[in-house]
Every structure is written in structure tokens, then in C-alpha cells.
């Protein structure tokens, strides 16, 4: 038997003359997290200092924001940009997309080697095992919000749930297909359909397994190229994989009747790890030595 999403509050601390709202906690979680490993990896290490460490998390926050709003805009709602350009600055309307933001930081990381004169990769593969927790407060803050949902199942798991935050959706597909009432239930005056809690699919994959694969693997020298590699692989076969249990994003079908957009845009990561993994092992380049 499903079970009903909690209705959260958005507001998770109301202060009177300020209002911090779960998702905005969950980004300073996120940027906290990574501040604490980033700085428990530098002083392990030995080749980050503090003011180092601050400076790159200031640069990755850039990267996130800036990333992840304008590879929204670009990626799903292009045609509102072009008809108001307005539109990229409208933040409060909400539209973060992990893919635009990946990019982003990437680009930030960039501009980070050169300052301190590291090498690009140097500085991604100090970084990389700090992001999942990130994701995983992120994928949090979606479950608490109730959006981006998962997709309707048939199928008898006590972990489906019924999200009042699709309701509409709902009573399109029931419409669309009469004989979804045979699992719908009724609450108040509309009908809702069981679904998969994709955002804690995503959570537990992008977050939870992957950072535990990610501080294992860099916790002793890896070459140049690897540890960003295996993110890559690791972020993209997991998004790949738990998309098939998430509703698809509106207004958008589904390529070749089965592949979703993040699917699409997870391929070339997956790609990337791939040739970038090869290219580690093949001239092996050490950043750093254990002691």
C-alpha cells in the first residue's frame, strides 16, 4: 500500500523578518559539506591550504548558481528565453539543471587552476569526492518540496507514494487512460496516482553510493584524469539509470519513446569518463603523494 507525501512546509525556519525556505538550507548544506571534506582532504594532503580551500568552494558556489540557472534556461525552456530573455534572470520562478551546474563548476575550476597555476584536472580531482553529499542534500530538498516526482507504477511497493503536488498530472494520465483508476485513490475531490520516490532513488545513488565509491578510490594517489573519471561514470550511469523512474520533465517526450532528457544529457558524461579513465592509466601523471 503507497503512502501520502508529507506536506512540508517550504519554510523550514520562519523568523518573522526572514524566511529560510528548505531548499535555500539545503544549498548552504551542501556548500558546508564541501567545505568540511575539501578541507579535511587539503590538510591530508598537504597541497591545499585553507584559504585555498575557501577560495575554490567560492568559485564551485559561483559555478552551481550561475551554471545551473542558465543550463536550465538552455536546456528546457530555451523557447521562453528567446520569446523573454527576461526569463534567465527570473530565479524566484525556480529551474536548476545538475547538468548546466556541472559545466559551471567546471568552467570555475578552470579559472581556480589558474590562479593558484594548478593544473585544471589537478584541482577537479581534488573536488570531485566533495559533491555528492551536495547532490544528496539537493535530491533532499526535491522530495521535500514535492517536485520532480517519480514516474506511476503498477506494481504493490509499500515505498510508492501518492503526491498531491501531481494531482494535475494525474488527472491527465486518468483521463488519457481510464484504466489507471484501478490504482488511483481518492483525496478530497481528485484521484492520485501511486509513484516511485525518484528523488530518493537519487538521493541514495548520486549521493550516498557514489560518494562512498568516490572517497574510497581517492583516498590514496590516483593519476591525473581518474578520480574526475570515475565521477563521470559513476554520476551518469546512476542519473542514467534512476531517470527510468522518474517523470519525465513536462512538455518534453521521450526520445526514441524511452530516453529522457537528463538521459540524453548524461550520456556524453558517461562518454567522457570513459576516454578520460583511459587516458589517466595510459601516461600516469601524479598530483600528489602519500607521505
Not at 525556519?13 to 548552504?28: A, I, K, N, P, R
Not at 557514489?210 to 574510497?216: E, H, M, N, R, V
Request: with cysteine; hydrophobic share 50%.
Amino acid at each position: 500500500m503507497a503512502i501520502t507525501h508529507p506536506q512540508f512546509d517550504p519554510v523550514a525556519l520562519d523568523l518573522g523578518f526572514l524566511q529560510v525556505h528548505w531548499y535555500g538550507l539545503m544549498y548552504l548544506l551542501a556548500f558546508l559539506s564541501a567545505y568540511i571534506l575539501a578541507t579535511y582532504r587539503g590538510k591530508k594532503r598537504g597541497d591545499f591550504t585553507g584559504e585555498m580551500v575557501s577560495d575554490l568552494i567560492f568559485f564551485g558556489a559561483m559555478g552551481v548558481i550561475l551554471g545551473g540557472r542558465i543550463g536550465y534556461v538552455i536546456l528546457y525552456n530555451f523557447g521562453e528565453f528567446l520569446a523573454n530573455p527576461a526569463y534567465l534572470f527570473k530565479v524566484w520562478e525556480g529551474g536548476m539543471s545538475f547538468h548546466g551546474g556541472f559545466v559551471g563548476v567546471v568552467v570555475a575550476m578552470f579559472f581556480f587552476g589558474r590562479k593558484y597555476k594548478k593544473h585544471a584536472f589537478a584541482v577537479l580531482d581534488f573536488i570531485a569526492p566533495c559533491v555528492p553529499l551536495g547532490l544528496l542534500f539537493g535530491r533532499i530538498g526535491n522530495f521535500i518540496n514535492g517536485e520532480l516526482w517519480g514516474r506511476v507504477s503498477h506494481g504493490d511497493y509499500a515505498h510508492l507514494m501518492y503526491f498531491p503536488q501531481a494531482v494535475h498530472a494525474d488527472h491527465e494520465l486518468i483521463n488519457a487512460d481510464p484504466s489507471l483508476h484501478e490504482i488511483a485513490v481518492k483525496m478530497g475531490e481528485y484521484y492520485l496516482l501511486p509513484r516511485h520516490p525518484s528523488q530518493l532513488y537519487q538521493a541514495f545513488t548520486e549521493g550516498v553510493l557514489l560518494f562512498i565509491l568516490l572517497w574510497w578510490f581517492s583516498s590514496k594517489p590516483r593519476p591525473r584524469y581518474a578520480v574526475s573519471a570515475l565521477f563521470l561514470l559513476g554520476y551518469g550511469c546512476s542519473r542514467f539509470t534512476t531517470e527510468f523512474f522518474r517523470q519525465p520533465d513536462v512538455g518534453y517526450e521521450l526520445i526514441f519513446g524511452w530516453m529522457s532528457k537528463g538521459q540524453l544529457y548524461s550520456l556524453p558524461m558517461i562518454i567522457a569518463g570513459v576516454a578520460l579513465m583511459a587516458l589517466a592509466y595510459k601516461k600516469p601523471i601524479y598530483d600528489w603523494q602519500k607521505a
